[in-house]
T-cell receptor
Framework: AQSVTQPDIHITVSEGASLELRCNYSYGATPYLFWYVQSPGQGLQLLLKYFSGDTLVQGIKGFEAEFKRSQSSFNLRKPSVHWSDAAEYFCAVGEADKLIFGTGTRLQVFP | EAGVTQSPTHLIKTRGQQVTLRCSPISGHTSVYWYQQALGLGLQFLLWYDEGEERNRGNFPPRFSGRQFPNYSSELNVNALELEDSALYLC????????????FGSGTRLTVV
């Protein structure tokens, strides 16, 4: 079965610092990969997705992610974090007919 | 364009009761997915409906059920509520298939006391 691992449960960064959230997946074929963000008490918003082609994917809110097949990774990055980026971030892999989510990484941003 | 709408936003039920949650997908989306987000358990896949049919269900007991209507809206029913059913229930819609990514609603917060 497919699985997604987000090794960092909680990350704290200062506003203006760069950010990288890690995601590793287990999937036999070329995966469909996604990053979602969830603000407290809200649903999930799609940040970006990878299906094929260019391994560097640009998303909304200044986020990008890089697919590395050799490392089975799809890490999310942002060059300069804003206080409004504080939220929980979920990586997901598409498995035929549903998304399998990682357990999430909670991002805290200090001024 | 209206997003995915869920109702109610919050509700409190007593153990043993039954509850119905509702979801309206984005116009044009035929697939509706239900997920449970319980504290400490992450997002767990519950059900997938497409074109009025249940296409797949996650590892949940039969007291979790649902349906999809001809207008593609959906209901999730939970019978014989247990305390551990307390969670945020998220509905998402997409064009048929996961390839397009989901659009999520804001969820229904269910508390079972």
């Amino acid at each position: 079965a497919q699985s997604v691992t987000q090794p960092d449960i909680h990350i704290t960064v200062s506003e203006g610092a760069s950010l990288e959230l890690r995601c590793n997946y287990s999937y036999g074929a070329t995966p469909y990969l996604f990053w979602y963000v969830q603000s407290p008490g809200q649903g999930l918003q799609l940040l970006l997705k990878y299906f094929s082609g260019d391994t560097l994917v640009q998303g909304i809110k200044g986020f990008e992610a890089e697919f590395k097949r050799s490392q089975s990774s799809f890490n999310l990055r942002k060059p300069s974090v804003h206080w409004s980026d504080a939220a929980e971030y979920f990586c997901a892999v598409g498995e035929a007919d549903k998304l399998i989510f990682g357990t999430g990484t909670r991002l805290q941003v200090f001024p | 364009e209206a997003g995915v709408t869920q109702s109610p936003t919050h509700l409190i039920k007593t153990r043993g009761q039954q509850v119905t949650l509702r979801c309206s997908p984005i116009s044009g989306h035929t697939s509706v997915y239900w997920y449970q987000q319980a504290l400490g358990l992450g997002l767990q896949f519950l059900l997938w409906y497409d074109e009025g049919e249940e296409r797949n269900r996650g590892n949940f007991p039969p007291r979790f059920s649902g349906r999809q209507f001809p207008n593609y809206s959906s209901e999730l029913n939970v019978n014989a509520l247990e305390l551990e059913d307390s969670a945020l229930y998220l509905c998402a819609s997409s064009l048929s298939g996961v390839n397009y990514g989901y659009t999520f609603g804001s969820g229904t917060r269910l508390t079972v006391v």
